[in-house]
């Protein structure tokens, strides 16, 4: 890729923002090596490594890189046959090995989806975990880096008798310097050390009264360093010591070397795994922080959309940016902006190159979703000021420099960046060069977006198939910019009123304004006609929008009075069917002493009784069986009007069935064939109302609901042993509740006997003639 061109759009500024983020010096170093490639299949699979990490680390439970610790040099090292390592490079291999497990185990266990595990198995696959290897360093070396005193029994010993030995010869120094005379000794004289050699700080004209070894003196010469002749021998033995402590850590830095050695590939293959996923992180952390979208990968041929884009180092710096939208189609192959100075251009031109850039490198743009982003082989770039004294180019040699290298460069598979087409030289001829070097690589299918301030440039859409303008607005009151990106139609570049609102003199803005081509004149006048045409048009939109908005207010409003109505008038009904029937049920009670009184008048006053007892019966079922119909219509949340929505086999309530439940067969116009229990029958499909299956099953409760439980009622009569006085009561109020449950029969035993039992019930039962079917048996 071109690294100029990466370097004008401001692609390795980008990259270290995005290292900010990582977890260590490594993971950053790794992101700012990003490079874009061309392999679609590959940045897909970037991408994809991006988003498994994004989706762990937003999780609920977020998922953390245990550390990335630097172990190059051990690594490095470990080449080196015979070489030990230090104790810090042992220390540095430890924490390696310890990241490397704790992060393996917290990506194979359930925090991994079995889509995460799969694309982040190469780098999960590559991660060692040697506990033994790790406990074995941990056990030797401290958090300091340096060896523990328990790391083997000889280091222990050796230790102890050494810091015994150093107590026991600073005792004897200590002694010795009290027994100094006042002009013998120094200020605050203390025992010290010097070559390795415990001393005593003395005066020099006390160096014959003390004797021993000078090791050291001031800078003065006043004072002398001397080992007393008493301290020799002690000294000596703690050389000794230092020596067999020097043989040991040494014995056991290369036992361990050697214990790690054999797997010097493998901890390059984990710390190389980590790295990776540290760069993952930075570039997962970016993505979430700028509000990055996955985008759809396109062909440079197809084009390219971007929805909601914004450039990453502005909203970096916390600058409120104004996204663009922008779309070229794949016969759309040059773009060409136009605009005031201080617009934007530079910066979008910038932003096109930047997020094809980042994507091709495994970063997510900063765009909404909906975006598709082109892959290029390769990026050209012809932005700002390139004017160089030592390599004696101007401005203009500069740009025709760069545009040399395009014109021989660039592919159809290419995007070539030029900002200020045709500047730095007379205008007349500059937009001749821009508009052949634009239709050339028009031409070759090259994929261009350049920016101009020249007339001439922006008639080029005219005359080329293949080119299109956009601008980018200007407030023409504020005389500010919107930043605001309209394709179709190309920019003015408000000089004069920039000028003019700058308090230049008048009569000299009516020359400039004379002396500008009247065909220019023209079409800065059909532009800015455009321009409030297009605001006009815009205000219209809104206020549009604003009318649908209230209209959508108003309708559900207005659907919600309606609701809380339907509801009021459903709670109303509820209510009288409630009192009605507690007042039919009431009435029972009145009807039942009535029949104790006239029972044994005759057989008339037994059937009036009977015929009563169903009436108020049937008229208490009837509520029930409409408060039930109110209740499934509160559920369903709507009643049934004109014609019922229903499809073959929808369980349905039959209202010329009085409610019940059947289930839709067949389907004929205005009809629907019903299967209700064992009958089939046509019915209007007017009268049904979609129901559930759980409402076709029999019911088992009660018939009479409301504001009675619901209580069991036998199926069977045991009347064995009972008189033929006693049982009427029975009979009735078990036939009176089986009635009421709907249940299908009931079993009454009576027993043999004399059979006046038997013919008694047997009489009851010809005379009633509701349900449920009552079988006597003895």
């Not at 082109?374 to 030592?390: M, T």
């Not at 039919?584 to 009145?590: F, G, M, S, T, V």
Request: aromatic share 2%; proline share 4%.
């Amino acid at each position: 890729m071109n690294l100029h061109a990466l370097n004008v759009i401001e692609f390795p500024r980008t990259l270290a923002l995005i290292s900010e983020r990582a977890t260590s010096p490594l993971g950053g170093e790794r992101v700012r090596e990003l490079g874009p490639i061309s392999d679609r299949a590959e940045i897909e699979r970037e991408h994809a490594r991006v988003a498994a990490v994004r989706s762990l680390i937003s999780a609920e439970d977020p998922w953390h890189l245990h550390g990335v610790p630097d172990a190059r040099a051990a690594l490095t090292r470990l080449r080196v046959e015979g070489a030990s390592l230090t104790a810090p490079d042992l220390l540095a291999v430890g924490s390696l090995l310890r990241s490397s497990r704790v992060t393996r185990e917290s990506l194979k266990g359930e925090r991994a989806s079995t889509i995460v595990a799969a694309v982040l198995a190469r780098q999960v696959g590559a991660l060692l975990s040697n506990k033994s290897i790790e406990d074995a360093i941990e056990r030797a070396i401290d958090e300091e880096g340096q060896i523990r005193d328990d790391a083997s029994p000889a280091l222990r010993k050796i230790r102890r008798e050494l810091k015994g030995s150093q107590g026991e010869l600073i005792k004897l120094l200590e002694r010795t310097m009290a027994k100094l005379e006042p002009h013998q000794r120094v200020a605050d004289m203390s025992v010290t050390v010097r070559n390795g050699r415990f001393v005593i700080p003395v005066r020099r004209e006390a160096q014959g009264a003390v004797g021993g070894i000078v090791h050291d003196a001031s800078q003065t010469g006043g004072t002398l360093f001397v080992e007393p002749p008493a301290a020799v021998e002690a000294g000596n033995r703690i050389r000794e010591l230092q020596s067999e402590e020097i043989e040991e850590v040494e014995r056991i830095l290369a036992e361990l070397t050697e214990r790690v050695r054999p797997h010097r590939a493998e901890l390059a293959g984990s710390l190389e795994s980590l790295v990776v996923l540290d760069s993952l992180v930075a570039r997962a952390r970016y993505a979430i922080e700028f509000r990055c979208a996955p985008a759809e990968l396109a062909d440079s041929t197809e084009g390219f959309a971007i929805v909601q884009g914004r450039h990453p180092l502005l909203i970096a710096q916390g600058i409120d940016v104004i996204p663009f939208d922008l779309q070229m189609s794949g016969n759309e192959r040059t773009l060409l902006i136009s605009g005031p100075n201080t617009g934007g251009k530079t910066v979008l031109l910038k932003a096109l190159g930047l997020f094809s850039a980042l994507v091709q490198s495994g970063v997510p743009a900063p765009a909404e979703a909906g975006s598709r982003i082109a892959v290029f082989d390769n990026i050209y770039a012809d932005v700002g000021d390139e004017q160089s004294i030592l390599a004696s180019l101007s401005t203009f040699s500069a740009h025709l420099k760069n545009l040399v290298e395009v014109l021989s460069s660039a592919t159809a598979h290419s995007l070539v960046l030029i900002d200020e087409l045709g500047s730095g030289t007379d205008p007349i001829e500059g937009a001749a060069l821009g508009g052949a070097i634009l239709e050339a690589l028009t031409a070759r299918g090259t994929l261009s977006i350049a920016t101009t301030h020249l007339g001439a440039l922006k008639e080029l859409a005219t005359q080329v198939d293949g080119v299109v303008n956009a601008s980018l607005q200007f407030d023409p009151v504020a005389l500010a910019p919107t930043y605001r990106l309209t394709k179709g139609v190309p920019g003015r570049s408000y000089g004069i009123s920039i000028a003019r609102r700058l308090k230049l003199p008048n009569d000299v803005l009516e020359r400039a304004e004379q002396r500008i081509p009247s065909d220019e004149r023209r079409v800065t006048a059909l532009l800015a006609e455009l321009e409030a045409r297009e605001k006009a048009l815009g205000a219209s939109e809104r206020e549009t929008g604003e009318i649908a908005e209230d209209a959508k207010e108003r309708a559900r409003r207005v659907a919600e009075r309606e609701r809380h109505l339907t509801q009021r008038e459903r709670e109303v009904e509820r209510a009288s069917r409630q009192e009605a029937r507690r007042y039919l049920l009431e009435a029972r009670a009145d009807v039942e002493r009535t029949i104790r009184e006239l029972k044994a008048a005759s057989e008339q006053g037994e059937e009036a009784a009977r015929e009563a007892r169903k009436r108020v019966e049937n008229l208490a079922n009837e509520q029930g069986r409409e408060l039930d119909r109110l209740g499934r219509d509160a559920e369903t949340g709507a009643t049934a009007k004109g014609e019922a929505e229903v499809s073959v086999g929808d369980f349905v309530e039959v209202d010329t069935l009085g409610g019940r439940i059947g289930r839709v067969l067949e389907v004929r116009d205005g009809d629907a064939i019903v299967a209700v229990g064992v009958m089939k029958l046509a019915v209007p499909r007017s009268s049904l109302r979609v129901s559930s299956p759980e409402a076709a099953a029999p019911e088992v409760a009660v018939a009479v609901r409301g504001d009675l439980p619901e209580v069991h009622v036998p199926s069977e009569i045991d009347l064995r042993g009972m008189r033929v006085g006693e049982v009427e009561d029975i009979i009735m109020q078990a036939v009176d509740a089986a009635v009421r449950a709907d249940l299908k029969s009931i079993r009454i035993i009576h027993g043999k006997g004399t059979g006046a039992l038997r013919e008694r019930v047997a009489e009851m039962l010809r005379k009633e003639s509701r349900r449920p079917h009552s079988r006597p048996r003895a």
